[in-house]
């Protein structure tokens, strides 16, 4: 597969920082996360411009839930088809489904959690194709669809499961006072297999956030991660 000429180039201070600090195999991956991140967030442009109205207010169903129900049964402007704890709980990819927390921090402020791992030993051939079109931005359809291409596929899949067993994604939201709640942001931690996990790294910013959780609602494999994946291919 050739490179993108248009891609980052990743300054070599910036990338012996990223190695010094999460290891030769993970520094390297994690910047190829982060040029890859910009690459795509441009395909969404009209969701990242909107983001900051779409996604800091949210409707709940009332105040006299717990925070955890609050946010599960809360409704994110971004899609309203589907409240927050159902998109989150019946994500496909989530292999034990969505893990909840509640913390309430010294400050009084509360703020829920929602993490969920991700294992690619699962990921199937035909999961990987319609993965690398989006990362391409291609219509599927345009890619092969013969027994070769299934096997470049899972060729593809081997050599990324050589290097990444899965990923853990981690949402945050906060409890406003006025009962309403909002998006905060998150973190990734990948699961490589030379290193083992490496520290979470936060989301960029609550767009960046909002970018992963725009395809949880649509039940599709996050387009960041997959472009990650794709990287390593290059």
Not at 62 to 78: A, F, I, R, T
Not at 111 to 121: L, N, P, Q, R
Request: glycine residues 8%; hydrophobic residues 40%.
């Amino acid at each position: 597969m050739k490179t993108d000429k248009n891609a980052t180039k990743i300054p070599s201070d910036r990338k012996v920082a990223y190695q010094k600090k999460y290891g030769e195999e993970a520094g390297s991956l994690l910047l190829k996360y982060k040029a890859k991140i910009g690459a795509h967030a441009k395909h969404k442009a009209s969701l990242a411009a909107g983001a900051a109205t779409l996604i800091g207010l949210l409707i709940l169903p009332g105040c006299g839930n717990s925070p955890l129900q609050q946010v599960k049964d809360g409704v994110l402007d971004l899609n309203k088809s589907t409240t927050v704890g159902k998109a989150l709980d019946n994500y496909r990819f989530f292999k034990d489904g969505a893990q909840w927390t509640v913390n309430e921090e010294g400050n009084g402020r509360t703020i829920v959690k929602c993490a969920g791992e991700m294992d690619f030993s699962t990921l199937t051939p035909q999961d990987f194709t319609a993965i690398f079109a989006r990362v391409a931005n291609v219509p599927v359809e345009n890619l092969p669809n013969t027994e070769q291409g299934k096997a470049d596929m899972e060729k593809h899949l081997a050599t990324i499961r050589g290097k990444m067993k899965g990923a853990k994604l981690t949402f945050e939201f906060i409890l406003n006072k006025d009962a309403t709640f909002q998006l905060q942001g998150g973190n990734l931690v990948v699961h490589t297999v030379e290193k083992g996990d490496t520290p979470p790294v936060p989301f960029d910013s609550v767009d960046d956030a909002a970018l992963y959780l725009s395809d949880i609602y649509e039940n599709r494999f996050c387009a960041q991660i997959g472009a990650a994946m794709v990287a390593m291919l290059m």
